[in-house]
């Protein structure tokens, strides 16, 4: 009994600390997922002055975020791109260029950050200068 016991305690901590784990896993490949797209889409903008219009025209259409689903991405250059952006605590826009997100674990997000539901969103701001967590975005 008590050797079942104590394979139980060691469960109860081991299996919360395992998730915590493979939650931040998943977060750091968001982060580097949306740095290399963030490049590509850099480099398409710098040849044709202006950001693609959608992912889909630079080949990343359709690509998944850890969680199982799609980035999302807009272009803010565009006329009816700058009503969607997505907005810090002050509601000033995070980016110039694009955005480009994961709406992380709880598949929730809303516009501007500071909701609940946007904290664990993985975002780029200030221009591809941040790319993390929403919660940890503090400009």
Do not use: C
């Not at 931040?24 to 290399?36: D, G, H, N």
């Not at 040849?47 to 992912?55: I, Q, T």
């Amino acid at each position: 009994m008590l050797t079942v016991a104590i394979v139980g305690v060691l469960a109860a901590i081991a299996i919360p600390t395992y998730d915590r784990f493979q939650e931040r896993v998943r977060v750091m490949q968001a982060v580097a997922e949306i740095s290399s797209m963030s490049a590509v889409i850099a480099q398409y903008a710098m040849f044709n002055r202006a950001p693609p219009a959608s992912l889909d025209v630079v080949g990343l259409g359709g690509r998944l975020d850890p969680w199982g689903r799609p980035y999302q991405y807009l272009d803010l250059t565009s006329k009816t791109g700058k009503g969607g952006a997505r907005k810090d605590k002050k509601l000033n826009p995070l980016n110039s260029d694009f955005d480009l997100y994961s709406i992380g674990k709880d598949g929730q997000t809303k516009q501007p950050l500071t909701p609940k539901v946007s904290h664990d969103d993985v975002v780029r701001a200030l221009d591809g200068r941040f790319i993390g967590l929403a919660e940890d975005f503090h400009p």
